[in-house]
């Protein structure tokens, strides 16, 4: 199976529909800090093996990161472990910030 891949204004589109959506963001802390999408949860790349209990398997899930890569990376993972409804935020924060909202920073 792929990834479904979504653009930064079709999220946009899926949240000011107010879909249940779980933004997943797992870039590091400081990314974060800098910039992030309102109501995003943090789970870095590196801790998503141990903190796969804190995601919920029947829940939309998009996966968040600076440019598409590591977000890749985690839906994949997630999918292996029995995830289904998951998506790709591409381009990532970046692209959210320059197509959605410029008032999240660019880095």
Request: charged share 20%; proline share 6%.
């Amino acid at each position: 199976m792929t990834i479904k891949q979504l653009s930064a204004p079709e999220l946009k589109t899926k949240i000011d529909k107010l879909e249940p959506l779980f933004l997943l963001d797992v870039r590091e802390p400081n990314e974060f800090c800098y910039a992030h999408i309102e109501n995003s949860v943090l789970i870095p790349l590196s801790q998503i093996p141990a903190r796969l209990d804190e995601l919920d398997k029947q829940q939309a899930i998009v996966v968040i990161c600076h440019h598409g890569m590591r977000s890749q990376q985690a839906a994949l993972y997630l999918e292996h472990a029995g995830f289904s409804d998951i998506s790709n935020l591409q381009g990532g924060i970046n692209a959210w910030s320059m197509l959605c909202d410029n008032t999240v920073p660019r880095y």
